[in-house]
């Protein structure tokens, strides 16, 4: 445990529990002002920040993603326009890079060192390092029931690139130490019932159903105007649960299919291994997973693993043919530009979600940091020495947004990724004195 652990704001956020069931409750203000604080600790008191980090592989199209600081607004390039809503919120950073990933061949290199900036092994046996949302888990994980939350909408796989890195690399990005990735998870079902502690035996009831009592005890104690915030949190936890309730059967299926065809899960493809078969209702699902997690404070460090590198997933809903990583080595095409599109809008919806969430005087997406990051910029090229990156989210009012950075110019040393990592370090607390391959944070940021 660090040794600047605060007193646990996990310990004062309150839960409802019930049968099999335990439901973590948003930030409400009349039961804030019924703990046991003091005045000058309720007053004291600050929301906690957060970090989640959502990966993209495989580059993007360098034509569209631009961003420009105009006289009022940014002015964005078409594959950045579904962040338009939240330009006062963000952050488009230009010219990063991750040293270790650069001349050490195609994907995995590139890729297993994205949040480390480790140098990585070739070979049988994995090495790298850790990533930064476990070093921030690690340190600043005791004040919430879960560290950190670890998501992904790809099956990992096994083996070997032809560069003779192990495809691990490519299939993770959260690592809990130089050997060992964190285990991700890919069923919405399984990350709804971690979150919410939701036991085997009575899955086949609402979760809202088992907490009935709870919840009118709870209205009695709110002000009215935390009742209609209790009623949405709700209903939005009902929408997440009825969606969540099909993919379940299909994944409790996905389990006896292998078993009788003597395989394993992760060796069969979607929909046959359980998950879904639209990634459009995936990835949302995942996103609304660390959207009620963060409005909760269940976790405050979260990663979501879109895709993994070397990617097999299809786009038919975009109207493009090709497979992910197919379709990368032609970069520059409309189709391309489209799929690029299509993620951007994935930390978008998230960002929405987040900014509909009141807390304290603003919102969650306030008090929290969503980074976006691809590990090269071009997939024709397999070009990582420069990285496509976003943020979004204030961090509290630790970090300035509605800005355009570019760092193409400034010399190899002060353009580091893991600069950026260490500035956020230490806005959320945690002082590091050097992270990866940075011993100095991000100018400018």
Known sequence: MSSNTRPSAASRRRVLRGTGVTLGLPWLQS????????????AAAAPPQRLAVLFMACGINGDHWWAKAGDDALELGPTLTPLEPFQDR?????????????????HPGQTGNILSGASLQKGAELRGGISVDQVLANNLGQETVQPSLVLGCEQPVTGYHETNFSMAYSSHISWQNATSPVPMEVYPALAFDSLTENTAQRRDRS???????????LNLQAAVEDRARIDEYLTSVREVEKRIAGLRQAQEKAVARA?????QIT???????????DIREHMKLMCDIIA????????????????????GLFYPFLDVRKAHHSGSHDDRSDDWEKVSRYYVSQAAYLAER??????????????????????????SRHDSTRLPLFTLG?????????RVLDYSDAGDDNRKLCSLYLSLMHRMGHPAPEFGDADQQLAGF
Do not use: K
């Not at 979760?207 to 005890?217: G, K, Q, Y």
């Open 354 to 379: 987040l900014a509909q969430m009141q807390e304290g005087d603003g919102s969650v997406l306030d008090n929290s940091c969503l980074l976006f990051v691809n590990n090269m910029w071009s997939g």
């Open 267 to 277: 060796h069969m493809d979607r929909p046959d291994n359980g998950l879904p078969e």
């Open 207 to 217: 979760i809202l159903d088992r907490l009935r009592s709870e919840v009118s005890a």
């Open 259 to 263: 078993q009788n065809r003597g395989v």
């Open 292 to 311: 009620m997690a963060f409005q909760t404070d269940r976790t405050r460090f979260a990663t979501l693993l879109l895709c993994r590198d070397i990617s």
């Open 31 to 42: 039961i804030s002002r019924a703990t046991d604080q003091s005045a000058d600790e309720q």
């Open 90 to 106: 963000l952050n488009v950073i230009n010219g990063l890079y991750n040293r270790n990933a650069t001349g050490v061949g195609i």
């Open 394 to 402: 204030g961090l509290r009012g630790t970090l300035e947004t509605g």
